[in-house]
């Protein structure tokens, strides 16, 4: 089966294409480099640098490819950013994923696995979040992956599309010293960037009712989370891929120092706006139809992404 990668360029599609390859099948990439890097995909493998919102583009990558199956990881992901952006936002996750579904069904290409995200539960007040937890999105980032997995689901009822949406919590890590995360908005590059330039990590919020004050969030590696998307042809209309348990931002900073051997005291600031105490997924279904699996403890997803930072310098 040849699949096509949207979005194959970047952190968490590049660490796909590899999955895919290691598996014996074949990747082709398409992204328009927006936040992806043209480094990040393997040599030998098909890449075309355009945009989902280029129609022809995409007609021609999967057609001249002979794609039978699709994981769309392009979008534009930063949350935060999305209220301030909207219309970009709506663009670049629902309109440009609109072209990409009309051209899968001329095509006929009828297998489709999304990366959605945990944004699309919103500021959830239940301890461990289920599939079937209230969608309550309170970004526009958060609305366009709902709005993504509605499409899907009606591209079910009208041409009979088989898809899976793989609902994101913290991704983390690095499978390939060669791919890292380079958000400008994530925990890991945000405290490795401090650290490299002598500065303190700054840790925003002590004071929530978790056991150390800090935001207790569902940290998963992206080398388990890209074996998901091999194995996640479709088969449940959406999988939450967590842990089960929470790691808190003061946790994370004490595996930093000692992974990195740079000792520091972070800085501490206020609350952000809107971030619930605690965030964490259950992974059970997911576990028992795409054998999903936390496969790497804190100290190997800390020592991954430092390893591919300290490789980038």
């Known amino acids: 089966m040849t699949w096509l990668v949207t979005g194959g360029a970047g ?14 099948l074949s990747p082709v990439v398409i992204d328009d480099l927006s936040s992806g890097h043209a480094a990040f995909v393997p040599e030998g493998v098909p890449f075309v640098r355009a945009s989902l919102l280029d129609r022809e583009a995409v ?6 490819n002979g794609v039978t199956g699709v994981i769309h990881v392009a979008g534009f992901k930063y949350a935060g950013v999305s209220v301030q952006r909207p219309l970009h936002t709506y663009e670049q996750n629902v309109t440009a994923m609109i072209t990409l579904l009309e051209s899968m069904q001329q095509h006929g290409v009828q297998q489709c696995v999304f990366s959605s995200s945990a944004a699309v539960y919103g500021a959830v007040d239940v301890d461990l ?37 793989l609902r994101y919590f913290n991704v983390v890590g690095s499978g390939d010293a060669a791919v890292r995360d380079t958000s400008p908005h994530n925990l890991f590059p945000l405290v490795f ?5 002598g500065r303190a990590p700054r840790i925003n919020g002590t004071d929530y009712p978790t056991p150390d004050g800090t935001c207790v969030r569902d940290y998963i590696h ?31 900073m004490d595996a930093v120092a000692e992974v990195t051997g740079i000792a520091f005291e972070p800085e501490i600031g206020v609350r952000r ?28 997803m800390v020592e991954s992404a430092w390893r591919a930072r300290q490789a980038s310098a």
């Open 11 to 24: 952190y968490i599609g590049a660490h796909v294409v590899r999955a895919l390859t290691a598996a014996g």
């Open 273 to 300: 706006a809107g971030d619930p105490p605690r965030i964490v997924a259950s992974g059970e279904l997911a576990a028992r139809d795409l054998g999903w699996a936390m496969r790497h403890t804190l100290a190997e």
């Open 59 to 64: 007609d021609a990558v999967i057609a001249d």
């Open 129 to 165: 979040v289920t599939e079937g937890t209230p969608k309550n999105p309170t970004s526009p980032y958060g609305e366009s992956k709902l709005i993504g997995e509605w499409l899907l689901r009606d591209q079910e009822v009208a041409a009979g599309l088989r898809h899976t949406s």
């Open 193 to 197: 960037d401090a650290l490299v330039e």
């Open 222 to 252: 992206v080398a388990d989370l890209a074996l998901a998307h091999v194995a996640g042809a479709p088969l449940e209309p959406a999988y939450n891929l967590g842990s089960g348990d929470g790691v808190s931002v003061r946790q994370i």
